[in-house]
């Protein structure tokens, strides 16, 4: 907590000296004053919306929350309103915190990074943990960059393996310094390292084979600072499963494995004979059969009890597989022309030699079987949430036809579709999510916290579907129908981010890439 206040003001030092280093149209700011004026305010914490509200914030936080509403008013002696260096009007808007992606992807070269960015950032996304994609260097550097102001990106936590560091190419180091990786008494000196190399977010899928050592790490890790984040692999889900994760001390539990596993009645799946984990279409399929040998009893009863027991906390990351339960659907979604760019699409079109583009011989068979898996899959999270357990928000975009930022709120109504409440929705996006990356000035719109918020033209708590940057049809007070919505504004660290210039910006970067582009997509489609 302590080290959190300071780096908070560290962060507050650094961008208040400089606060017009960006061309304004793009990003404001941070501004020794911002108001948002007349705005219905989403807390973060489960509690119900309230308002109208001005909110004031000074450099990177929020100072000042002056309720407007009548009751209030008549308390209150003439009638004073809040305002700034800027003023933004958010009449007939929603305020929530920003939205914390724990697990996503900026893919590798030549998927711009801006565009990546500025999706994110443009559907009220404005911390990410996401695959060292290009290299662990190279995201320290973005990282560093980001906080000092300097990269239009949300806030960058990327992910560390538990593994000695080496370039791309590069080969192994000398099997001495591994074995010194695989040394559980070595863990806490290594975890400090990497905490103090700048690392937070540390994955251990790589130590699953051995439960001391990955018992090991996640403790170690912790006591430094960090946090552990795990993808159970189906390869050695027999040692440890989501289960057996969690009462060894991983933090978080990424997409859907291990979970049924936890509830076999032998001790590992039914894999056939033929199976070869590293055939992805293989291990895709069988990934999702897993859930149709699970008793279900044992699944909801003792595995979840276990779970919330453990303190392991679940991020789903539902958005990325849909493309399972209806491979056309996900492949044809109508934003793919404008939105998605065109080195994702030839990233995601089926294709032995990258990964996650496993749907080249896709059957009804495996959509059945992956439609069960959801609904399997869904009512698990229910439940945990339910029964106390902290779910998390993680979309794994920019895989498997997730286009980034369009998964966000994807995400959100898939969440809804599993049994939470919108506001539950919202808090595991915003509150949840900052706790368990051990940032507790963030997640809430409250006075103290640093100033993460987004400003949605319309109320996300009656449609998630608002929050797409192309927004979606409602009625107007005429009766009209109208197009409306979108995340407006967002602001990150008390820097105004402008989303329709953000959009402007990745619409033309799609075009440019698709100028000379025959889509593989609209090929399958024609007589
Ligand atoms: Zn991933």
Same mark, same amino acid.
Do not use: C
């Given at each position: 907590m302590q080290e959190q206040v300071v780096r908070g003001a560290l962060v507050l030092g650094l961008l208040i000296p400089a606060p017009h280093v960006f061309a304004q149209e793009l990003r404001g700011g941070p501004y020794r004053s911002l108001a948002i004026r007349s705005a219905m305010i989403i807390p973060g914490h489960g509690g119900p919306a309230y308002g109208p509200a001005d909110i004031l914030i000074e450099g990177n936080r929020i100072t000042r929350i002056l309720q407007l509403d009548p009751v209030a008013l008549g308390r209150g002696g003439p009638s004073e309103r809040l305002t700034g260096e800027r003023v933004i009007e958010a009449g007939g808007m929603y305020v929530m915190p920003g939205m914390i992606d724990l697990h996503t992807h900026i893919r590798e070269d030549p998927v711009p990074l801006e565009y990546v960015y500025f999706m994110k950032l443009a559907h009220g996304v404005t911390t990410i943990a996401h695959g060292a994609d290009r290299g662990y260097a190279h995201a320290l550097e973005q990282a560093r960059l980001e906080k000092a102001g300097q990269l239009h990106a949300p806030r960058l936590y990327p992910l560390r393996g538990w593994a000695p560091e080496r370039k791309r190419g590069e080969p192994p180091p000398p099997l001495s310094e591994q074995l010194r990786w695989r040394d559980p008494s070595e863990a806490p000196a290594l975890a400090r390292q990497v905490i103090a190399e700048g690392g937070h977010v540390v994955s251990v899928g790589e130590i699953t084979w051995n439960p001391e050592l990955f018992g090991a790490v996640c403790k170690a890790v912790y006591a430094a600072g960090g946090i552990t984040t795990i993808h159970l692999p189906p390869s050695t889900n027999a040692v440890v499963d989501a289960v057996r994760a969690g009462e060894l001390g991983v933090t978080m539990i990424e997409h859907h494995y291990g979970y049924a596993e936890s509830a076999l009645q032998r001790t590992v799946q039914d894999f056939p004979g033929a199976y070869n984990f590293n055939a992805e279409d293989d291990r895709f399929r069988h990934a999702g059969k897993v859930w149709q040998q699970a008793p279900l009893d044992r699944l909801y009863g003792e595995v979840v009890d276990r779970l919330v027991k453990s303190g392991v906390t679940m991020i789903p990351t539902m958005a990325v597989y849909e493309a399972n339960r209806d491979i056309v659907r996900a492949m044809g979604l109508p934003w793919h022309?404008? !939105?998605? /760019?065109? $080195?994702? &699409?030839?990233?995601? *079109?089926?294709?032995?030699?990258? /990964?996650?583009? !496993?749907?080249?011989?896709?059957?009804?068979?495996?959509?059945?079987?992956?439609?069960?898996? *959801?609904?399997?899959?869904?009512?698990?999270?229910?439940?945990?949430?339910? %029964?106390?357990?902290?779910?998390? !928000?993680?979309?794994?975009?920019? *895989?498997?036809? $997730?286009?980034?930022? &369009?998964?966000?709120?994807?995400?959100?109504?898939?969440?809804?579709?599993?049994?939470?409440?919108?506001?539950?929705?919202?808090?595991? $996006?915003? /509150?949840?999510?900052?706790? &368990?990356? %051990?940032?507790?000035?963030?997640?809430?719109?409250?006075?103290? !916290?640093?100033a993460d918020l987004v400003i949605v033209d319309g109320n996300p708590l009656h449609s998630f579907r608002l929050m797409y940057a192309f927004g979606a049809l409602t009625r107007d007070a005429s009766g009209k129908i109208v197009r409306k919505g979108r995340v407006r504004w967002t602001i990150k660290d008390g820097a105004v981010f402008d989303n329709d210039t953000l959009m402007a910006k990745v619409v033309r970067s799609v075009e440019e890439s698709k100028r000379a582009f025959s889509d593989p997509v609209k090929k399958l489609f024609a007589p």
């Open positions: 022309e404008k !939105y998605t /760019h065109k $080195a994702l &699409i030839d990233l995601f *079109y089926p294709n032995p030699s990258h /990964h996650g583009a !496993y749907h080249w011989d896709w059957t009804s068979d495996d959509e059945a079987t992956w439609s069960y898996t *959801y609904r399997t899959w869904q009512k698990l999270i229910a439940e945990f949430n339910n %029964r106390g357990g902290t779910v998390g !928000y993680a979309t794994d975009d920019n *895989y498997i036809w $997730a286009t980034g930022g &369009i998964s966000n709120v994807r995400e959100l109504m898939l969440m809804q579709e599993a049994g939470l409440h919108p506001l539950e929705v919202i808090r595991s $996006a915003t /509150h949840n999510s900052a706790k &368990i990356l %051990r940032r507790p000035d963030l997640g809430l719109v409250q006075t103290g !916290y640093t």
